[in-house]
């Protein structure tokens, strides 16, 4: 398949990073997914903007146009036939040529790679059982709200939650949920209202959780943005995760307890047929 690096489309069994890209060194660049569906890119714009906020906070170059980088994106959807899956774009500090902690100076470029990966993102299994999921204690750094590719936490949550048999694992910080470990996390309360946490820099600001308050501010559904602890989603009707690629995606089990009747709500459902819809016809389940 066909890769974009730096400055050009490239196979991608030829694209090569020095071993001195502070990507590789100090994990310090950022990235963003964007899912593709039929062909088509799902909110490239809107993680556009979030990439620029990332650089902004880091102080990180940013010396693209959005259209070339759009370009990019369409040209290897199409290279490579991706019908389904997504475009994962990075940006590192570059290659300095040495390891220094300090920032080198504007002279080094930052390093841009973007390539496709495809995969079934529609037809989820998981959507029809819901996901069990963990909780973990939030070791992460306390600029969450940044897109960093430091994403080792992450990992380390997902391997526990592997452990344990379940599907993922949501992230605690003083007894209440900060996030999932690569998704945003809502819940529906016994009374019928839509819970997520606030913005801060405990939590990434995801495109698909704007996406559904804006789909619920339309439908005029009452959202409370606020932290809620595991014990409150476990008694809660519905929870669910947001992320680029899956959408809406219900979780039916936590820490073991069962949330609801144990399959995934109507509020769940809904909401991933209205954001699925706003990307045009045929894209519902
Ligand atoms: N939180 C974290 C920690 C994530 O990694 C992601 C996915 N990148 C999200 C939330 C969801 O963000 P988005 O809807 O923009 O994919």
């Not at 990180?60 to 693209?64: R, V």
């Not at 993102?121 to 029809?128: G, K, S, Y």
């Given at each position: 398949s066909w890769v974009w690096l730096n400055e050009d489309y490239c196979p991608a069994d030829q694209a090569w990073v020095s071993v001195f890209d502070r990507g590789f060194l100090f994990a310090d660049g950022v990235y963003e997914v964007t899912a593709v569906v039929n062909g088509e890119l799902l909110d490239f714009h809107a993680h556009m903007q979030r990439l620029q906020r990332s650089c902004r906070a880091l102080e990180?170059?940013?010396?693209?146009a959005v259209e070339t980088l759009q370009q990019i994106h369409e040209t290897l959807v199409a290279r490579n036939q991706l019908h389904e899956g997504s475009v994962y774009l990075q940006i590192t500090r570059?290659?300095?040529g040495k390891r220094d902690f300090h920032y080198p100076d504007v002279s080094v470029p930052p390093t841009l790679v973007v390539f496709t990966q495809s995969h079934n993102?529609?037809?989820?299994?998981?959507?029809?059982r819901g996901l069990s999921v963990v909780t973990c204690p939030?070791?992460?750094?306390?600029?969450?709200?940044i897109k960093t590719v430091s994403l080792l936490a992450a990992s380390m949550a997902k391997m526990a939650a592997q452990a344990q048999g379940a599907d993922d694992a949501v992230f605690v910080t003083d007894g209440l949920i900060t996030e999932a470990s690569s998704a945003n996390c809502f819940m529906v309360t016994p009374g019928g209202k839509l819970v997520t946490r606030a913005l801060s820099q405990a939590i990434l600001p995801g495109i698909t959780r704007a996406a559904i308050l804006e789909i619920c501010q339309q439908h005029h559904l009452e959202i409370e943005t606020r932290a809620f602890s595991p014990q409150e989603a476990c008694g809660a009707r519905e929870v669910f995760i947001t992320s680029a690629t899956t959408f809406v995606m219900p979780v039916t089990r936590l820490d073991g307890n069962l949330i609801g009747d144990g399959r995934p709500g109507p509020v769940a459902i809904s909401l991933r047929n209205a954001y699925l819809s706003r990307f045009g016809a045929g894209l519902q389940r």
């Open positions: 990180l170059a940013f010396p693209w570059g290659n300095p993102i529609l037809q989820d299994a998981r959507v029809e939030d070791i992460r750094w306390q600029r969450c709200d």
